[in-house]
């Protein structure tokens, strides 16, 4: 569906975005992760043909991007960080607009239709002044579906909305995916990517550095294991310098001691026998790797500031 080559963009002197490729594919969920500045909202601009870039391809279906693409920009719907809509209309009216901007036929039975998407069918004549922001988003997103774009770009949909606001946010994109809509995520909230995107795109300071599915992107980090075990009371010094002679890098606080392992079968069966009758384990607990992991292993730093 998208493919971008080595795209890069600069402000002046400053690099926004350094050599940048990936591709989406039809029907995929893609995230694009990264921290504040980290050049995401200037490689959607290009993507969605607001912004030149520099140097760098950029192709939807297999033609060329560029800000006077006109046929290419109506495949894509695009939901901007900052929403725009008219605070002094009304849901419905505001639809209407941008719905008449695009020439479109049937425009009240496709803002209804896009209302319900977003489940706002009952506020479509109330005016967005009165909206909650997350409603404000959720709005947004219908004005982007309004005409039919193959390629839903998203913009950080959820900062400043409610937990049920954003579910409903993800409820709504989930749905769409399922029936067939391409969509690319942006947020620096790694579980939101976790949770939607079967692929991810990870950016920082303008540059791509990962990209794949979650099981490939975990791939970058050295292997670790990491076991929690959880005793009802704190270990016996014998056994935690027992455990420290096995593993190096055991840490223990009160109940509960982590150990990184080598192999988790071998590992656990080995620690339990080794526990037998010294300690009560009430629980082991093996921690797969996050995003965030990822992210600090790759740049030093968090994900959030
Ligand atoms: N119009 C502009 N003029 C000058 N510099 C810009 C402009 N737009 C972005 N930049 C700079 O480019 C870099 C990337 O910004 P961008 O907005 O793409 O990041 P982002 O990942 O979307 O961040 P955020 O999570 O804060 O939205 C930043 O250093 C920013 O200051
Ligand atoms: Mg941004």
């Known amino acids: ?14 690099t926004a975005v350094s050599d940048v490729s990936f591709e989406v594919q039809c029907g995929e969920f893609f995230g694009l992760l990264g921290p504040n500045g980290a050049g995401k909202t200037t490689t959607l601009s290009m993507i969605v043909g607001t912004l030149l870039a520099d140097s760098g391809s950029i192709n939807l279906e297999g033609a060329q991007m560029n800000p ?3 046929g290419e920009k109506s495949k894509i719907g695009f939901v901007p960080q ?18 008449s901007l695009y020439g479109l036929q049937s425009l009240p039975e496709r803002c209804a239709t896009v209302l319900r998407q977003v489940g706002l069918e009952d506020r479509a004549a109330d005016r967005v002044e009165n909206f909650s922001g ?26 400043g ?5 954003r579910n409903q946010i993800f409820d709504t994109l989930e749905q769409l995916n399922r029936d067939g809509m391409t969509i690319i995520y942006t947020s620096h909230y790694m579980e939101e990517v976790e949770r939607l995107c079967s692929r991810i795109a990870i950016m920082d300071g303008g540059k791509l550095i990962a990209c794949g599915t979650k099981a490939d992107i975990s791939k970058l980090l050295p292997d670790l294991n990491l076991l929690a075990l959880t005793f009802a009371e704190p270990p016996p010094a ?43 384990l009430k629980a082991i607990r ?7 992991d990822v992210f600090l292993h790759l740049t030093g730093k968090g994900l959030r500031d």
């Open 134 to 159: 997350g409603m404000k988003r959720r709005l947004n997103i219908a004005v982007a579906l309004l005409h039919h774009p193959k390629l839903l770009v998203l913009d950080e949909p959820t900062v």
């Open 286 to 292: 093996s921690d797969e790797s996050s995003l965030e």
């Open 238 to 280: 014998d056994l935690l310098a027992l455990l420290l002679l096995k593993y190096p890098d055991l840490k223990a606080e009160e109940t509960v001691v982590t150990v990184q392992v080598a192999n988790l079968e071998v590992d656990v069966a080995w620690i339990t026998s080794q526990l037998a009758g010294k300690a009560n």
């Open 82 to 99: 900052e929403t725009a809509l008219y605070e002094d209309l009304s849901a419905n009216a505001n639809l209407q607009f941008f719905g």
């Open 161 to 165: 909305v409610d937990p049920q606001s």
């Open 1 to 14: 569906m998208l493919s971008l080559r080595s795209v890069s963009k600069k402000f002046g002197a400053r």
């Open 68 to 70: 006077s693409a006109f």
